[in-house]
C-alpha cells in the first residue's frame, strides 16, 4: 500500500491555560489515504477541530506524531510548515474566509503567488479553476458581489489550485443553506470521484457525514468510531477498522 | 511577488482614503517644509553669497576695538582707529607691493544733505580713489573721485544709489542729470561726479555719500577730530593680492597696529580685523542655524508622521488578523506577512512625501517666479525628503508588521 496522505499517530494535544488544562486531543490515530473521502466528526468540544488544525498544519501537538505525504512535520521549520500548507493543503473554510478586496481570480491565485508562480499562469490555472467549480463567468467579481454557494465555489477553486495533496474543509456547509450545501458536497464528491481528489471534511453535521465514504468520529478528544460506508449506509472494511452502519456513527454525534 | 506586494498596498489605502490621507498628513507636512525649507534656504544663502563675492574676498577690514571686550582698558577714546594708524599702515603695506594692492580708510560722518530744496539725513563716507577696488561701487553716470582729487581734499562726492534718489528724485534721467549739481553739507558745497547703481543689500554704497578723506575730515568734520589722535576712522580697508595672502597680511597688520598703538607685549588687540570670508561664514552659519532649525522641525513633523504611521499599521494589523490567518493558510510565509505590511507603510509614506514634495515644488517655483529668483529648487532637498520617508515608512513599520508576521495561524484564524 501506498504512503498514507496523513497520518496521524499517538497525537495528543493539550491546551493549558493555568488553572484550567484541556485534553482537546488523547491519543488520537487515525491514517487517510490517497483518493478517499473523510468526515471527521463529533460534537463541539469533542476535539474534531484541533484534529483539523493539527492536521492542517495550523497548530502543532503536544505529542505524538504527525506524517503528511511521508513528512514527518515535526521537522519542519515555520517557513517549511507554510510551503507544505501552500503545496500540500487545499483549505476550505466554513465562512469562505475570502478576501474582500480581491476579485474572484486573484482570491484563487493568492495562494499562487506564495507559491512564487509568474502572473501569467497563475491568471491561467485560477480561471481554469473557476471554470471547473462553474464560476467562469464570476472571474472579476469580489465577494460581496457573489451568494454564498458562488463564495464557497471560489474558496474550493482557491484549495484546489496549487495541486495539493488533499482538501481540508472545515464545516464548509456550515454558512450555507441545506440545498446550496448539497451541491457544495456534491462538488466535493465530483472532484474525488472524476480526479481522485482527497478530502477530508470536518463537520457536526449528519447530513455532512452521510455524503462521505468514510466518518472518523471523536467525543472528549478520543476516536470512538472509524467506520467506511458506502453511501447506502453498509460499512465495508478494508483497514480493520469498525464495521458499522452510518446512522448509528451519526447518533454518536 | 513585489508587484503583488505593491499592487495589494494600494488596495488596501484606497479601501480607506480618508483614513489613509489623515495618517499621510505628517509626513506631507514634514516633506514639503524640508523641501520649501531647504530650498528656500538656499536661496537666500546664494545671494548673500553672491553680495559677498561682489566686495572680493581679498580684502581685510580693520574696525574699532570694543571698549566691552575682555582685558580693554578704560580710556576715552579706546580703539578709535586714528590717522596716525593709517598712516602707518600705508607705509607698511607699501613695504610688500606682494601681499598688499591697495589700502583705503573709512571715515564715516552722520550729515544733513541739501540739494536745491530737498534735505535729508545721510552717511558720508570719507575715502580713497583706491575705494573701487575693495568696495563694490559700480559708477553708473559719471566717475568715480580721481587720486589727484583725494590728494587735494577736492569737493567732490559720488553718490550712492539711493541717496541720489532721495535727492534728485527717482529714473534713469534725473540719477544721470545729477551729475554736475551740487549737494551741499555742513555748509560746503560739493559737486557731484558720479553716481553709484543701486546694488541693494547690506553692503551696499545705495546708502552713502562718498568723498575723499580728507575732504570729509578738514571740510565736512571741522572740528570733531579728536585732539592728540587725529581723525577716528570707521574703518580701514585693505585689499590683498591674493586670498592666500590673508593669515600673512594679517599678522602684519596686527604687528604694525600694536607697533603704531605702543601695545605692551601681553596686552589684548585694542583692534579688530575681519575678512568677508568670516563674515560670510558668520552669516552662512546663522543663515544655515536658521535653515537647521526649520528642518529640524520638520523632521519631528516627519517623525510624528512617522509614530501616524506605526499607529494605523497596528490598527490595520488588528482589523486584518482574520486575513493574516487566512494568507498563512494559504501558505504565506513569515516573511510575506512582514513584506506586505512593511511595503504598505513605506507606500503610505512615500505617497505621503511625493505629496508633500509636490505642494513645496509648486510652492518654492512660485515664489522664485514671484521673486525673480529663477531657479532654486533644492534637489537634494527632494532626495533627502523621498530617503527620509523611505525609511520612516521601514522603521515605523516594521514592528506592527513585525506582529503580523510572527502571528500563529491558528489564532489569527480564530479572530473575531
Known amino acids: 500500500m501506498s504512503t498514507p496522505v496523513i497520518s496521524v499517530s499517538n497525537v495528543t494535544k493539550v491546551f493549558d491555560g493555568g488553572d484550567n488544562r484541556v485534553v482537546a486531543l488523547d491519543n488520537v490515530t487515525m491514517h487517510v489515504d490517497r483518493g478517499e473521502m473523510v468526515a471527521i466528526m463529533g460534537p463541539s468540544g469533542s476535539g474534531k477541530s484541533t484534529l483539523m488544525t493539527v492536521i492542517g498544519l ?32 487545499g483549505f ?96 466535493f464528491r465530483t472532484l474525488n470521484r472524476t480526479q481522485g481528489i482527497t478530502v477530508v471534511v470536518v463537520t ?34 478494508d483497514h480493520g477498522r469498525v464495521r458499522t452502519a452510518v446512522q448509528e456513527v451519526v447518533n454518536v454525534g | 511577488m513585489w508587484g503583488e506586494q505593491i499592487r495589494m498596498a494600494m488596495e488596501s489605502l484606497r479601501a480607506n482614503k480618508f483614513r489613509s490621507l489623515l495618517t499621510m498628513l505628517g509626513i506631507i507636512i514634514g516633506s514639503s ?109 559719471g566717475r568715480f573721485f580721481t587720486a589727484s582729487e583725494s590728494a587735494e581734499s ?22 544721470a542729470a545729477a551729475v554736475g549739481q551740487t549737494v551741499v553739507i555742513n555748509g560746503q558745497s560739493l559737486l557731484v561726479v558720479g553716481v553709484v547703481k543701486a546694488a541693494g543689500g547690506p553692503f551696499s554704497s545705495d546708502q552713502r555719500i562718498l568723498v575723499p578723506a580728507g575732504t570729509a575730515r578738514l571740510r565736512i568734520a571741522g572740528n570733531q577730530d579728536l585732539p592728540g589722535r587725529g581723525l577716528q576712522m570707521s574703518s580701514i580697508l585693505v585689499g590683498l593680492k591674493s586670498e592666500g595672502k590673508v593669515t ?39 543663515n544655515g542655524a536658521i535653515t537647521g532649525f526649520i528642518a529640524l522641525v520638520a523632521g519631528i513633523s516627519l517623525v510624528v508622521g512617522g509614530i501616524g504611521i506605526m499607529n494605523i499599521m497596528l490598527v490595520a494589523v488588528t482589523e486584518r488578523t482574520r486575513e493574516i490567518g487566512v494568507r498563512k493558510a494559504l501558505g504565506a510565509t513569515d516573511r510575506d506577512v512582514l513584506g506586505q505590511f512593511v511595503i504598505e507603510a513605506i507606500t503610505i509614506s512615500l505617497i505621503g512625501s511625493l505629496i508633500g514634495i509636490g505642494s513645496a515644488v509648486a510652492l518654492v517655483l512660485a515664489i522664485a517666479a514671484a521673486a525673480g529668483l529663477g531657479m532654486i529648487l533644492s534637489f537634494p532637498a527632494i532626495i533627502i525628503s523621498l530617503v527620509f520617508a523611505l525609511a520612516i515608512g521601514v522603521g515605523f513599520g516594521y514592528y506592527p508588521a513585525k506582529r503580523a508576521a510572527l502571528l500563529l495561524p491558528i489564532e489569527a484564524l480564530r479572530y473575531e
Do not use: C, W
Not at chain 1, 65 to 76: F, H, K, V
Not at chain 2, 256 to 267: E, F, N, P, Q
Open chain 2, 248 to 286: 600673512q597680511a594679517e599678522a602684519l597688520i596686527s604687528q604694525t597696529l600694536r607697533d603704531s598703538r605702543r601695545l605692551a607685549a601681553g596686552a589684548v588687540d585694542d583692534f579688530k580685523l575681519n575678512s568677508p570670508t568670516q563674515s560670510l561664514n558668520i552669516l552662512k552659519g546663522i
Open chain 1, 92 to 187: 476550505v473554510f466554513q465562512n469562505f474566509n475570502l478576501l474582500p478586496r480581491l476579485t474572484a481570480l486573484q482570491n484563487v491565485a493568492l495562494p499562487m503567488v506564495y507559491g512564487r508562480i509568474p502572473p501569467a499562469e497563475r491568471e491561467a490555472r485560477a480561471t481554469a479553476a473557476l471554470v471547473a467549480v462553474g464560476l467562469g463567468n464570476r472571474l472579476k467579481n469580489r465577494p460581496n458581489e457573489l451568494s454564498g454557494g458562488q463564495k464557497q465555489r471560489v474558496a474550493i477553486a482557491r484549495s484546489l489550485v496549487n495541486n495539493p495533496e488533499f482538501l481540508l474543509a472545515d464545516e464548509p456547509t456550515g454558512a450555507l443553506d441545506s440545498r446550496t450545501g448539497h451541491e457544495i458536497m456534491e462538488l
Open chain 2, 33 to 141: 517644509t524640508l523641501v520649501a525649507v531647504l530650498s528656500l534656504g538656499n536661496a537666500l544663502q546664494g545671494q548673500v553669497f553672491e553680495s559677498f563675492i561682489d566686495l572680493g574676498t581679498r580684502r581685510i577690514g580693520i574696525l574699532p576695538g570694543d571698549p566691552d571686550a575682555a582685558g580693554a582698558r578704560i580710556t576715552s577714546g579706546y580703539g578709535l582707529l586714528s590717522i596716525k594708524d593709517y598712516e602707518a599702515l600705508k607705509t607698511m603695506t607699501a613695504t610688500y607691493p606682494d601681499i598688499f594692492r591697495v589700502i583705503v580708510p573709512e571715515v564715516s560722518i552722520k550729515v544733513r544733505a541739501r540739494a536745491k530744496t530737498t534735505e535729508i539725513d545721510a552717511l558720508v563716507v570719507g575715502t580713497g580713489e583706491g575705494y573701487q577696488q575693495v568696495q563694490s561701487v559700480p559708477v553708473e553716470y
Open chain 2, 154 to 175: 577736492a569737493r567732490v562726492t559720488v553718490l550712492g544709489g539711493l541717496v541720489v534718489e532721495d535727492l534728485f528724485g527717482k529714473g534713469p534721467e534725473n540719477k
Open chain 1, 204 to 237: 457536526h453535521d449528519a447530513e455532512v457525514g452521510k455524503q462521505m465514504d468514510r466518518i472518523v468520529s471523536l467525543r472528549d478528544g478520543v476516536i470512538n468510531m472509524d467506520a467506511l460506508h458506502d453511501y447506502y449506509g453498509i460499512a465495508t472494511d
Open chain 1, 58 to 89: 495550523l497548530d502543532v501537538p503536544s505529542s505524538g506524531r504527525y506524517m503528511l505525504d511521508g513528512i514527518d512535520t515535526s521537522t519542519l521549520d515555520r517557513d517549511a510548515q507554510a510551503a507544505v500548507r501552500n503545496q500540500k493543503i
